[in-house]
């Protein structure tokens, strides 16, 4: 026999902790569905704001309903309004890729500064998680939320760092050769 076992969601998080955005493997519509149904206000307040008709964003968000679905647009603004991303997680796992939140470049194309800050970056991941790993054999919520953000921080500024030095690449010769 098996059992399970259901938190509802305002004792599974802390009062200052955020909701996670997504929840691995599950479906685009589910995720849909779990962002429409979780928005603060319900889903009257989510639909004013996407100016909708409640009971069509309803039948949009009821993954069991063929004839009424969310098409690309609302499926951003129900994530830009709401402030959860499970719907582009889920859907960046269907296609085995995953996302982060960009973040501008602010070391406005200089090199060495975009360098620096990549170091930089990579110093504050490595001292969240070595952090982290000296204090215990538990990790807490907040020792994971800061290595995950310096995580992300730092997968931006990679990205930043390649898109510098692609802006340094020498341009091909007139023949398409190396």
């Given at each position: 026999m098996?059992?399970?076992?259901s938190?509802?969601?305002?004792?599974?998080?802390?009062?200052?902790?955020?909701?996670?955005?997504?929840?691995?493997?599950?479906?685009?519509?589910?995720?849909?569905?779990?962002?429409?149904?979780?928005?603060?206000?319900?889903?009257?307040?989510?639909?004013?704001?996407m100016?909708?008709?409640?009971?069509?964003?309803?039948?949009?968000?009821?993954p069991?309903?063929g004839?009424?679905?969310?098409?690309?647009r609302?499926l951003?603004?129900?994530?830009?309004?709401?402030?959860?991303?499970?719907?582009?997680?889920?859907?960046a796992?269907?296609?085995?890729?995953?996302c982060?939140?960009?973040t501008?470049?602010?070391?406005?194309?200089?090199?060495?500064?975009?360098?620096?800050?990549?170091?930089?970056?990579?110093?504050?991941?490595?001292r969240?998680?070595?952090?982290?790993?000296?204090?215990?054999?538990?990790?807490?919520?907040?020792?994971?939320?800061?290595?995950?953000?310096?995580?992300?921080?730092l997968?931006?500024?990679?990205g930043?760092t390649?898109?510098?030095?692609?802006?340094?690449?020498?341009?091909?010769?007139?023949?398409?050769?190396?």
């Open positions: 098996k059992a399970t076992v938190v509802p969601p305002h004792l599974a998080h802390g009062a200052d902790e955020p909701f996670p955005s997504t929840v691995a493997g599950q479906d685009i519509l589910d995720a849909f569905y779990n962002t429409v149904h979780g928005y603060p206000g319900g889903v009257t307040a989510l639909a004013a704001r100016g909708m008709s409640p009971n069509t964003l309803t039948h949009k968000a009821n069991n309903t004839t009424h679905q969310p098409n690309p609302e951003i603004d129900v994530q830009l309004f709401s402030g959860n991303y499970a719907v582009l997680h889920a859907m796992e269907a296609l085995g890729h995953t982060s939140r960009a501008p470049d602010q070391a406005g194309g200089d090199p060495v500064d975009t360098f620096t800050r990549l170091q930089g970056a990579h110093a504050d991941f490595s969240s998680v070595a952090d982290a790993l000296l204090v215990g054999d538990e990790v807490s919520r907040n020792q994971m939320r800061r290595a995950d953000h310096m995580a992300q921080e997968l931006a500024l990679i930043h390649l898109a510098m030095l692609r802006g340094r690449m020498r341009a091909e010769p007139a023949g398409g050769g190396r």
